[in-house]
């Protein structure tokens, strides 16, 4: 079945610093790909997203690549700042219904 | 702005207790969501509704039901609540998808339910 893995969190990183996130899937055909965070005390939002091969997302100084080749939709961010504490969920979606299936979600904490 | 709503934000109930969570969603999307979130083990679909009265059992509908009687609201009942049924659980709602770029889903704030 379709599966998401993401990277073993926790991630604690100073501000300014480089952030990835690594997610890879298991999906047959050609899933759209997302990543969702969630704000503490808060539901979870769309970040970014990318439906086909090649297609980069971007949002918030946040970018990530569709790649096939290496069925990859890693997360990365030149400069985080405190704000990006959150926890940051990778996803698919493969079906006609729109179903996602998730990663584990990755904790990420920024210290000034 | 889309807006999906929780019927609460924190919820204790007993064992055996009948218990129901509430959504509701004002943009007239097709489709409705019900996941669970346990640390370690990101977001699990517990059922879902791709119209009024239809509903799909999603990876863990164990111990759930749901209901879908009009397109904005849709409920998820614990018949007899157990402790390891206290999670956090999230509502969303999407529109049909005719496009991938259709399929985003957008999040209640969800609930905390504790069952004692």
């Known amino acids: 079945g379709d599966s998401v893995t993401q990277m073993e969190g926790p991630v604690t990183l100073s501000e300014e610093a480089f952030l990835t996130i690594n997610c890879t899937y298991t999906a047959t055909g050609y899933p759209s790909l997302f990543w969702y965070v969630q704000y503490p005390g808060e539901g979870l939002q769309l970040l970014l997203k990318a439906t086909k091969a090649d297609d980069k997302g971007s949002n918030k100084g946040f970018e990530a690549t569709y790649r096939k080749e290496t069925t990859s939709f890693h997360l990365e961010k030149g400069s985080v700042q405190v704000s990006d504490s959150a926890v940051y969920f990778c996803?698919?979606?493969?079906?006609?219904?729109?179903?996602?299936?998730f990663g584990q979600g990755t904790i990420l904490t920024v210290h000034p | 702005d889309v807006k999906v709503t929780q019927s609460s934000r924190y919820l204790v109930k007993r064992t055996g207790e009948k218990v129901f969570l509430e959504c509701v969603q004002d943009?007239?999307?097709?489709?409705m969501f019900w996941y669970r979130q346990d640390p370690g083990l990101g977001l699990r679909l517990i059922y879902f509704s791709y119209d009024v009265k239809m509903k799909e059992k999603g990876d863990i509908p164990e111990g759930y039901s749901v209901s879908r009687e009009k397109k904005e609201r849709f409920s998820l009942i614990l018949e007899s609540a157990s402790t390891n049924q206290t999670s956090m659980y999230l509502c969303a709602s999407s529109l049909s998808p005719g496009l991938a770029s259709r399929n985003e889903q957008f999040f209640g704030p969800g609930t905390r339910l504790t069952v004692l």
């Open positions: 996803a698919l979606s493969p079906t006609s219904y729109g179903k996602l299936t």
């Open positions: 943009m007239d999307h097709e489709n």
